[in-house]
């Protein structure tokens, strides 16, 4: 039977769609460790994520964590660092470390086949790391580099300044790397911070793909046949050091032509009730290419390329933060502009075909998340890590559908109070 190529299809707005977040596998290895895994996809490929708290919260001396992240590669006590390097990338396989503010993060894609031969490698990397003096040294020098030439960038410092009006230099979320604390970092330091908090003890492993309980098995070979240590580390208690002063601005290069702007708040992270109905505000005011931000900076001001708001959650805190770039002459009128648009949303109701178009777009993003192995890991992650059920994604889903513009404003007039709001601008 030939296709009815006459007859125009429905069209249907994603809040129409069903969303079901397909359900994940639990199992304990032999030793405790958690796997959690989900067999979707028809590629034999597969990720795996080993999950470790070891991030910017738990360190001790600054740059400690993403130095033993950068470093985690480089040798142990039977592979030197090209070893290692070259066992994995023979395999055509893909090994990322990544230091979070709360969470390192391993990451492995591979061919399935080649799943037995490289586990065993990430195991000595999670395990047996040495951090050679040599490469602790390299690892300084190239740092160090590339953070001069970031520091040249009035975007990179706006980042790094923005944090610290919010949650103080001395705050886990607050600090950045200085060049002083790369020099003072050494190999024991780097050894310390990895053996109290690489302990297996708490480790979280997730693996998706298409996979079998096979592959299940290797994982529990590998990583589930040793006793486990720590992972009970005390919780350490840090306290805000918010800034006074909301607005500040910084010199950064007397010959500049273009400025960075952050403009920012403290937010409450993921557990808040409003955290869910703000993703939708955010959205319309500055998340995606269609927001108010965008329709009035950048398409009808010319003031820059973009401008973009973002919502940031963290274990222990969040931040709403509103980040563009614009030429120096008109910085202050983008500026101007940005409160404009939030006065606009906590006087004036959102009209419900804008909020509908907002709300096409989340659940339509989504529900190009929820066809791959790999995107819906990731939301069984940020979910598991936070404690949280699939009743969890299913509210969600029914606010992003629901909310109406009234609920929209209220938020509106609860967070956009440009008085909470602090101000970085950056030459």
């Not at 886990?172 to 003890?201: C, M, N, Q, V, W």
């Not at 339509?364 to 890991?377: E, M, Q, T």
């Not at 949280?388 to 009234?406: C, L, Q, V």
Request: aromatic share 10%; charged share 25%; net charge negative.
């Amino acid at each position: 039977m030939s296709p009815d190529r006459k007859t125009q299809p429905e069209v249907h707005d994603a809040v129409e769609f069903d969303y079901t977040l397909p359900p994940i596998n639990t199992m304990k290895l032999a030793n405790g460790l958690p796997l959690y895994w989900l067999s979707a996809g028809v590629q034999e490929v597969v990720e795996v994520n080993w999950i470790v708290p070891a991030g910017l919260w738990q360190e001790e001396k600054p740059s400690a964590a993403n130095a033993v992240a950068g470093l985690l590669k480089n040798g142990t006590s039977k592979y030197t660092s090209h070893a290692l390097h070259e066992a994995i990338e023979f395999y055509g396989a893909s090994l990322k470390v990544s230091a979070g503010n709360d969470y390192t993060t391993i990451t492995l894609h591979t061919l399935n086949k080649h799943l037995e031969p490289l586990l065993p490698i990430v195991y000595d990397i999670l395990t047996d790391s040495v951090f050679p003096e040599e490469e602790v040294n390299i690892y300084k020098q190239n740092t160090m580099q590339r953070l001069l030439v970031s520091l040249r960038e009035c975007e990179f410092v706006a980042n790094q300044q923005i944090d610290v009006l919010l949650f103080g230099e001395h705050h886990p979320y607050g600090r950045y790397t200085r060049k002083e604390s790369i020099e003072a970092i050494t190999r024991e330091d780097l050894l310390d911070f990895y053996h109290k908090h690489y302990a297996l003890g708490g480790l979280q492993i997730f693996m998706a793909g298409k996979i079998t309980e096979d592959d299940c098995k290797l994982v529990d070979k590998f990583f589930g046949q040793v006793p486990v240590t720590g992972g009970n580390e005390a919780e350490q208690d840090f306290s805000l050091e918010t800034a006074t002063e909301h607005k500040h601005s910084l010199l950064n290069d007397p010959n500049g032509v273009q400025g960075a702007i952050r403009v920012a708040r403290l937010f409450p992270n993921r557990h808040h009730p409003d955290f869910a109905p703000m993703v939708v505000l955010n959205t319309l005011f500055g998340g995606y290419f269609g927001s108010r931000l965008m329709s009035n900076i950048r398409e009808d001001k010319g003031f820059t390329y973009g401008i973009y708001s973002s919502l940031t959650s963290y274990k222990n805190s969040g931040s709403l933060t509103i980040h563009t770039e614009a030429g120096r002459d008109v910085l202050e009128a983008a500026l101007k502009e940005i409160y404009f648009e939030m006065e606009q949303l906590r006087t004036e109701e959102v009209d419900e075909e804008e909020l509908l178009l907002v709300k096409n777009y989340l659940l339509g993003n989504l529900l190009g998340d929820l066809d791959g192995p790999f995107s819906i890991l990731q939301r069984w992650r940020t979910l598991i890590l936070n404690g949280f059920t699939i009743d969890h994604f299913n509210r969600n889903i029914a606010i992003y559908k629901n909310i109406t513009p009234a609920e929209v404003k209220e938020l509106a007039v609860k967070y956009f109070d440009t008085k909470d709001f602090f101000e970085m601008v950056v030459i």
